[in-house]
């Protein structure tokens, strides 16, 4: 039997991720298994807001305007300021994936932009 938590519990739990992502986060969007770090979005002060355990990314579309590194976005990562993993193996697409960017096929300098990025309790 599966476990199941009430969503007032999974709207805790979702917060406690985004207070642990503090000011200064970023989102970092790269190939598979995040071999390579393609682009990095950095956060605002509120990483974003949490309701009915959904924790939803503020102030998209956001870009990168420069990308770090050519190739085909294929998984993201949430992290500090400090570089610490909150959030890993993260799925990303033009719809239907926690992260939305508009193109999968980065190169080198390119602008990436990131249309959305919502993550939900399981």
Known sequence: ??????????TARMQAVADAIGAGGKLEIGTAGMASV????????????VSNGVLTLSGFPRSDTAADAAGTA????IRTSANVDIITGLT????GTDVILDNLNIALNQ???IN???????
């Open 111 to 113: 602008t990436v932009t």
């Open 74 to 77: 294929a998984a993201a990562r």
């Open 1 to 10: 039997m599966a476990v199941v938590y009430t969503t007032a519990v999974k």
């Open 38 to 49: 393609l682009a990095t979005i950095t956060l605002g002060a509120t990483s974003g807001t």
């Open 92 to 95: 990303v697409g033009t719809s």
């Open 116 to 122: 959305s990025a919502v993550f939900t309790h399981a």
